[in-house]
């Protein structure tokens, strides 16, 4: 637990509690196992292009990230103050919503040099991508207040993450890779069950209140 008596509002640590770095790897693993089964079965690699999906990766979970932060601020899911788990950067008073939103902007612009490399079809994934990350914690109706929460997150940490690793780094892929996907989706998925059945309880009178 991060203690607000070390937090200075608007600080690089500041920053970190919103983005929380220790999340990074949920995006960085699907980028490793499809681009390691992509070289396995074309016995090449394009390194240029691996530093493009990973620039593209890291600022989609950084994302995801950010908007949990604020919207779970919006809601008013921190007021109680009988919420568990790491602390809100938001909530606790260390950026404004407005920073954080900023934050977004810049992280789905790093995004675009992938799509100029690879074109419209990246446009599609990276769309939808950031549609989802956007809605699970924000709209009339976040996808964290439904029963589709963990479908997204396996949908989103398998089959487009993975697959989509692929696909960009060597045009195809391969029935190993969907299995690879399903194995780290299902893991994905799981660990969002836990976390959401540690905070039901806490979460239930927030899920009705619109976060933009």
């Known amino acids: 637990m991060v203690r607000a008596t070390v937090i200075r509002p608007g600080s690089w640590r500041s920053w970190a509690v919103a983005i929380r770095p220790g999340s990074l790897p949920v995006a960085i693993s699907p980028v490793l196992v499809g681009g390691t089964l992509g070289f396995a079965r074309t016995g090449s690699i394009d390194w240029v292009a ?61 995004g675009f040099a992938l799509v100029a490399w690879r074109g419209w079809p990246v446009l599609a994934i990276g769309a939808a991508s950031l549609l989802a990350a956007l809605a699970y914690m924000g709209g009339p109706r976040p996808i964290a207040y439904t029963p589709f929460g963990e479908l997204t997150v396996f949908v989103f940490s398998a089959l487009v993450a993975v697959l989509g690793t692929e696909w960009v780094l060597t045009g195809g892929t391969s029935a190993t890779t969907v299995m690879a996907a399903l194995a780290l989706g299902s893991m994905a998925a799981a660990a969002l069950a836990v976390n959401n059945h540690r905070d039901s309880a806490h979460d239930r009178p927030w899920a009705a209140t619109p976060s933009w």
Not at 66 to 87: A, F, I, M
Not at 93 to 98: F, H, K, M, N, T
């Open 50 to 110: 691996v530093l493009l999906v990973l620039g593209a990766a890291l600022p989609m979970q950084v994302i995801t990230n950010l908007q949990n932060d604020v919207g779970y601020t919006v809601r008013g899911g921190d007021s109680s103050g009988t919420r568990t788990g790491l602390p809100r950067a938001t909530a606790s008073g260390w950026l404004s919503v407005r920073q954080v939103r900023a934050g977004i902007a810049v992280a789905v612009l790093l």
